[in-house]
């Protein structure tokens, strides 16, 4: 099976010496017959990895985006708390997020991860860096997950690709009309989504898919301020599994949601409607779902079925359907 070519660039930082640039810039993918050998610039990253017309970064963060993109050290807890404020579009924020070198333990993991690799993928030039939200910038409904998988998202630079439990979440958006195939194998595959946006509380892969408590809270401004430029489109949640409906109930009271005392224990099936909290502003819906991951699937904990349902129910409430 062949990978994503190898490019030599002027300045190879070793941390990231399974990250191809100029291929991860470009949307390269398994599969790509050729990539450019231009340099790279950070200030159209933000459209390729949206599918998205090329435009410019504001001054503020074009510096920062330069040095974090080849592998710079930044290591400050601060950061996502600091810089997710100042962002002010989805593209932004995902050109943004990838940068992000806050959290040692995920990033050691991530980068090791990336260097060993699975049998199964060993010709692959793992993307190995945090791994932004996908879909349209004014979708209707959110679907949140957990992480990255180690050796899914964290080698194809998407979310919920190339492993199984994203099998079997674009095979149901694609079943009710969100997404345009059922199957998402690699960035650049040609998968589209359509009025949902998919989004993690921890955008690293974390050893045995169990992020910390301290790291879950630092990554937190990240999606608390994805959900605020969400804001004017969103109508609807589907949370998959018991860690993001814990991380996000303070990320939707931060966005200006009023959320319902008391607050609802997840649940396969939870329905929890929201209250705009501001004049003007629409209400939220948020559901609850069982994650697809391959255990849950295999135990029958969750089925494909499931899954349907409840993203149909979520689609429905979000004027989708």
Not at 227 to 239: E, G, K, M, N
């Given at each position: 099976m062949p990978g994503q070519k190898r490019l030599k660039t002027a300045k190879h930082d070793k941390s990231f010496s399974t990250v191809n640039y100029e291929d991860a810039i470009n949307g390269g993918g398994e599969g790509a017959n050729s990539v450019s050998n231009a340099a790279a610039d950070p200030d159209d990253l933000r459209g390729d990895l949206r599918g998205e017309p090329r435009g410019e970064l504001r001054g503020d963060l074009r510096g920062d985006l330069r040095g974090d993109l080849r592998g710079e050290p930044r290591g400050d807890l601060r950061f996502p708390a600091r810089r997710a404020p100042l962002l002010t579009t989805v593209p932004e924020l995902d050109a943004t997020v990838i940068c992000c070198r806050a959290c040692p333990r995920l990033v050691e993991w991530r980068e090791e991860t990336g260097r060993v690799k699975r049998k199964a993928f060993r010709e692959w030039d793992y993307w190995a860096r945090p791994v932004p939200g996908f879909g349209p910038s004014d979708a209707a409904l959110a679907v949140?997950?957990?992480?990255?998988?180690a050796h899914g998202g964290n080698r194809t630079g998407r979310i919920f690709t190339g492993d199984p439990s994203g099998d079997v979440l674009y095979a149901a958006l694609h079943a009710i009309g969100l997404a345009s195939q059922p199957g998402s194998s690699h960035r650049g595959d040609g998968l589209t989504l359509h009025g949902v946006r998919i989004t993690v509380p921890v955008h690293c892969a974390p050893p045995?898919?169990?992020?910390?408590?301290?790291?879950?809270?630092?990554?937190?401004?990240?999606?608390?301020?994805?959900?605020?430029?969400?804001?004017?489109?969103?109508?609807?949640?589907?949370?998959?599994?018991?860690?993001?409906?814990?991380?996000?109930?303070?990320?939707?009271?931060?966005?200006?949601?009023?959320?319902?005392r008391p607050r609802p224990a997840f649940g396969h099936g939870t329905e929890m409607r929201l209250a705009a909290g501001e004049e003007g502003r629409r209400e939220l819906y948020v559901l609850g779902c069982y994650h697809p991951s391959q255990r849950n699937v295999s135990t029958k904990t969750v089925t494909p079925a499931m899954i349907r349902d409840i993203l149909r129910r979520g689609a429905g409430l979000a004027g989708l359907l």
């Open positions: 949140i997950g957990l992480a990255p998988a045995q898919n169990r992020p910390t408590t301290a790291e879950r809270d630092t990554c937190r401004p990240w999606l608390a301020r994805e959900l605020q430029l969400l804001r004017p489109s969103l109508r609807a949640v589907v949370v998959l599994g018991g860690f993001a409906w814990q991380a996000l109930m303070p990320v939707l009271s931060a966005a200006g949601w009023q959320l319902p």
